[in-house]
């Protein structure tokens, strides 16, 4: 069975902090895809990341990075000196073959950045 | 600035009418969705289009018709729905493949509030 758990249902921080968004996921695949999206009040999903599982190299966007470990499942998501402009809802998803390549996501994270 | 676009934002419209949703892509993706999202919970894939015809129907009741007019253009026709199908309705795009690392490009969603 594919799954994405966020266990963080909700993360408020004052800005300038540094904060980590949580993702676990489920598969059986070999070969799958895990995605990060950003949603604001205004309702578009933007996407920000998309990680194979055949590469396990960090990645660093400006104020954003993301540890992607197939050891332990996860695909963690890092907010570096955080905004206001940063508070959303965060989805992690997961995309395989054996879900005839749907978009599994996680519950999402809404992320509360104060000023 | 997002290139899938939908018409209209916020749509009201009573049990007994008939309305549509409009979205068009032009990232040249030969896949598209609609995806249902209701408050504070992920979006769920209603209907995929693969080269213009339909692939995947998520058993979703009939008072929902999509439509795929041309490899851009995607409708969502509504009719005689329920106050419980007020949600956010996304429509995305991507390129197809089963097995798809594909990235799926989200619009800014119509917002339909049935009452």
């Known amino acids: 069975a594919q799954k994405v758990t966020q266990a963080q249902t909700e993360i408020s921080v004052v800005e300038k902090e540094d904060v980590t968004l949580d993702c676990v996921y489920e598969?059986?695949?070999?070969?799958?895809?895990l995605f990060w999206y950003k949603q604001p009040p205004s309702g578009e999903l933007v996407f920000l990341i998309r990680r194979n599982s055949f590469d396990e190299q960090n990645e660093i966007s400006g104020r954003y990075s993301w540890n992607f470990q197939k050891s332990t499942s996860s695909f963690n998501f890092t907010i570096t000196a955080s905004q206001v402009v940063d508070s959303a809802v965060y989805f992690c998803?997961?995309?395989?073959?054996?879900?005839?390549?749907?978009?599994?996501f996680g519950q999402g994270t809404t992320l509360q950045v104060k000023p | 600035d997002t290139e899938v676009t939908q018409t209209p934002k916020h749509l009201v419209m009573g049990m007994t009418n008939k309305k549509s949703l409009k979205c068009e892509q032009h990232?040249?993706?030969?896949?598209m969705y609609w995806y249902k999202q209701k408050a504070k919970k992920p979006p769920e894939l209603m209907f995929v289009y693969s080269y213009e015809k339909l692939s995947i129907n998520e058993s979703v009741p009939s008072r929902f018709s999509p439509e795929c007019p041309n490899s851009s253009l995607l409708n969502l026709h509504l009719h005689a729905l329920q106050p419980e199908d007020s949600a956010l309705y996304l429509c995305?795009?991507?390129?197809?493949?089963?097995?798809?690392?594909?990235?799926?490009?989200f619009g800014e969603g119509s917002w339909l509030t049935v009452v």
């Open positions: 995305a795009s991507s390129q197809p493949g089963q097995l798809s690392g594909n990235t799926i490009y």
């Open positions: 598969t059986r695949d070999t070969t799958y895809y």
């Open positions: 998803a997961l995309r395989s073959g054996g879900n005839t390549g749907k978009l599994i």
């Open positions: 990232m040249g993706h030969r896949a």
